[in-house]
């Protein structure tokens, strides 16, 4: 690809995710010069590990379907710059794109799909000991505890349950804690295979208030503690922590993006148009469903895109 220092083009797409990719693909087939920007590929996709809700497709790794999507806009000669955009400002006209690699990018128009950001516990030693027996991605890190004893998952999501299914194939026993008296809401289909798998123990009610280890080998033990039984202490070989994401709201706070007041995340029209004229957004960092899955993050960088191209016939 050539360089990209000072390029002027129709459309910005910041995010390499299922919804970056959806509004590369539509901005390529309405003819938009266009350029993906992000430095994680895939998304949470890419790391989601089995899929078997994307229509089309009875079972898929996520990885694997990310890299379809990605292949697709390539073979469309959209470039995609591997930097994250660290920061935009509105100028008459356009967008001036500042890319964490020094390139500018001046854009008649933005989609913002730069999804979420993983949520950590805040625990002393935490950041230290990633990839030391503590890890916010048991689809990456499963096989590593192949035969060993026990390894702990933290959350009561889908994410929470998935892991543990997955890690109980490789541990001998995984423990789930959560924090509240029953789980947040997973699929039942995944409440089934849950109660089903032998190996896997529920601890409700508990959360992880210390984390116990050496600082060469890392994670050792986990200090579980319960309002009313008190503390305990678990040696575990492993803690994975899938406790949800937060929008990463830096970016559109700067622009002064409008958010939801409850869940951070930008607000939308049906379009997927901000309060900003020609900045628009998509996937997990958007209030426009409830619902955060590949297939509604595809659908709306779809519309985006779409949103994007009228704007642009409407003021060119």
Not at 221 to 225: G, I, S, T
């Given at each position: 690809m050539e360089n990209s220092n000072n390029k002027s083009i129709d459309l910005l797409i910041a995010g390499q995710g299922a919804a970056g990719y959806a509004?590369?693909?539509y901005a390529a087939r309405y003819q938009m010069?266009?350029?993906?920007?992000?430095?994680?590929?895939?998304?949470?996709?890419?790391?989601?590990?089995?899929?078997?809700?994307?229509?089309?497709?009875?079972e898929i790794d996520g990885f694997d379907l990310m890299l379809e999507f990605k292949n697709q806009v390539i073979n469309l000669d959209v470039p995609i710059i591997e930097s994250n955009v660290s920061s935009i400002?509105?100028?008459?006209?356009?967008?001036?794109?500042?890319?964490?690699?020094?390139?500018?990018?001046?854009a008649k128009s933005v989609i913002l799909a730069i999804g979420r950001e993983r949520r950590k516990l805040g625990l002393k030693n935490e950041e230290e000991w990633i990839g030391k027996g503590i890890?916010?991605?048991?689809?990456?890190?499963?096989?590593?505890?192949k035969?060993?004893?026990?390894?702990?998952?933290?959350?009561?999501?889908?994410?929470?349950?998935?892991?543990?299914?997955?890690?109980?194939?490789y541990a001998k026993t995984v423990f789930l804690v959560y924090r509240g008296e029953k789980l947040w809401r997973p699929?039942?289909?995944?409440?089934?295979?849950?109660?089903?798998?032998?190996?896997?123990?529920?601890?409700?009610?508990?959360?992880?208030?210390e984390l116990i280890g050496d600082e060469i080998k890392g994670l050792e033990?986990?200090?579980?503690?319960n309002e009313f039984k008190g503390e305990k202490i678990f040696a575990t070989h492993g803690l994975?922590?899938?406790a949800g994401a937060d929008p990463r709201i830096e970016i559109p706070k700067k622009l002064n993006i409008k958010l939801d007041s409850q869940t951070n995340e930008i607000i939308v029209d049906k379009d997927q148009r901000t309060n900003i004229e020609g900045i628009y957004a998509a996937g997990d960092i958007t209030n426009s469903s409830n619902l955060k899955q590949t297939i509604t993050a595809a659908s709306q960088g779809a519309i985006a895109a779409l949103s994007s191209y009228n704007f642009l016939m409407e003021t060119s």
């Open positions: 509004a590369g693909l010069k266009t350029v993906i920007v992000g430095q994680e590929f895939g998304g949470e996709t890419a790391i989601g590990g089995i899929i078997e809700n994307y229509p089309g497709n009875a400002e509105k100028t008459e006209g356009s967008f001036t794109c500042y890319l964490e690699n020094n390139e500018t990018i001046y890890s916010y991605c048991s689809t990456c890190d499963a096989p590593l505890y035969n060993k004893d026990m390894a702990i998952v933290i959350g009561g999501g889908n994410a929470a349950v998935e892991g543990s299914i997955l890690l109980s194939k699929e039942p289909i995944l409440i089934d295979t849950l109660n089903s798998t032998h190996n896997i123990k529920l601890i409700l009610n508990n959360t992880v208030v033990k986990v200090k579980l503690e994975m922590i899938e």
